[in-house]
């Protein structure tokens, strides 16, 4: 395993940038583009220090179960770290990502953060004289984690990883209080908050169909692959008593 500098995790996400058809400015539409590549992901609860899972089969389907006690901005950046894994991990294997990052975490986490936060972006929405001084303010700061939809600290770490911000000036932005100051500037709160519990993305429940009008699969083996979306959503599936499915 070779562990990528971050030009190499840089080089690795701007081609992966164009090859899922965005340039090196714009945000990375997590939802969508998991849609695109025909990846099942699910969220789901699960404990507080770990983030997310991901696996894919000999046949290569491709699955991500996300965290959804974590804030949407976590979510946002654990789908960038397993998208390397199943795509990039020369050895991939099901693992649940955790807070500690070693080996190819590390690969998957420097790569995350260069695919959702690209340098030519960042530059972009810096003002010349705050890059001269070497000072971003905090509306600068807010602006651009709203814009990539990350949160907070995996953007100050960035800042600091593209030399954009000293290591006394993140722990003076860690000491802020970030909901608190995207209210004061205006700024919705869901993208610091929990959410997506039992939200599916893919086309699992249309295959589970499938199997079940071709009869491979029972009905009561259909209601119970269709409870695995619906009961995250409170809306859970039951047969009725003439034998058929509501």
Not at 38 to 67: A, E, Q
Not at 86 to 99: A, K, M, R, T, V
Not at 122 to 130: G, N, Q, R, V, W
Request: overall charge positive; glycine content about 8%; charged content about 25%.
């Amino acid at each position: 395993m070779k562990r990528l500098t971050i030009l190499e995790a840089e080089t690795l996400a701007g081609k992966f940038r164009s090859e899922i058809g965005l340039s090196q400015y714009e945000p990375v539409n997590a939802k969508t583009q998991l849609r695109k590549l025909n990846i099942t992901t699910m969220y789901r609860p699960l404990s507080d220090n770990s983030y997310g899972i991901s696996c894919r089969s000999k046949s290569g389907k491709k699955f991500i179960l996300v965290n959804s006690n974590s804030t949407r901005g976590r979510q946002h950046f654990t789908i960038a770290h397993e998208l390397y894994h199943l795509f990039y991990d020369e050895n991939p294997s099901p693992h649940i990502c955790q807070g500690v990052a070693t080996g190819e975490e590390k690969n998957a986490n420097m790569f995350a953060s260069a695919l959702l936060l690209p340098r030519e972006g960042i530059l972009s929405m810096i003002d010349k004289d705050e890059i001269i001084h070497s000072k971003i303010k905090l509306a600068t700061v807010l602006r651009m984690e709203q814009m990539y939809q990350v949160s907070r600290s995996n953007l100050l770490l960035r800042l600091k990883e593209l030399g954009l911000m000293t290591e006394s000036q993140v722990k003076s932005f860690q000491a802020i209080q970030v909901k608190e100051s995207a209210r004061e500037y205006g700024y919705e709160l869901s993208l610091y908050e929990a959410g997506n519990e039992g939200l599916v993305i893919g086309d699992f429940g249309e295959k589970a169909r499938l199997l079940y009008e071709s009869g491979k699969i029972s009905e009561g083996h259909y209601i119970e692959l269709l409870n695995m979306i619906t009961d995250g959503q409170g809306r859970g599936v039951r047969a009725s008593r003439s034998g058929g499915h509501t």
